[in-house]
């Protein structure tokens, strides 16, 4: 969680993702109502939103602050890369609360280690330098990414647990 203090020590580029992060918290809050039901208008804001801000810092942030550092990746960005992965893989079946509740406990301890003093915007974003401002203008850019119809029954519920076990969530995969 970023506070309003944090806010204003760090630059553009991570205020710009952290309020996207901002803006889809608000969606996946809309998607999931208090009867259990998915609201899909605003999941499927979310889905496509999300994949876009994936697209993001896998195709423009990390390689940017790769190249920066001759080469060598953000020591992070396994971690990143292999949450992606587990992301992606819950956008792909039709969502039930679980799933919703799944990506939510992801995105948290994602989010945390991406926003904040010393996080990993805030690294890129000085790795950047004076190429930062030309990066913001890639990233705002960015395009949508076409987004899949939703697929449904226990084999792709299936295909997901694996994904998750794959990226460390054992305990959250038993829970779909
Ligand atoms: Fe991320
Ligand atoms: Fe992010």
Redesign the pocket.
């Known amino acids: 969680m970023t506070t309003s203090r944090d806010r204003a020590a760090t630059g553009a580029i991570a205020r710009f993702l952290s309020d996207d992060h901002e803006r889809l918290d608000t969606l996946l809050r809309r998607a999931a109502t208090q009867s259990g039901a998915i609201d899909e208008t605003a999941y499927a804001a979310f889905r496509g939103g999300l994949l876009k801000h994936?697209g993001m810092?896998e195709k423009i942030l990390l390689p940017a602050a790769q190249d920066a550092r001759g080469g060598e990746p953000l020591a992070a960005a396994a971690k990143?890369r292999s949450?992606?992965g587990a992301l992606v893989a819950l956008m792909v079946p039709t969502p039930t609360p679980a799933i919703v509740a799944a990506i939510r406990t992801i995105l948290s301890g994602?989010n945390a280690l991406?926003e904040g003093p010393g996080g990993v915007y805030e690294v890129c974003e000085q790795l950047a330098g004076p190429d930062a401002e030309a990066l913001l203008a890639k990233l705002r850019a960015a395009p949508d990414v076409p987004v899949h119809p939703h697929m449904g029954g226990a084999k792709i519920i299936e295909v997901t647990r694996r994904a998750l076990i794959r990226a460390g969530y054992e305990s959250l995969a038993s829970t779909l």
């Open positions: 994936i810092e990143l949450d992606h994602h991406e």
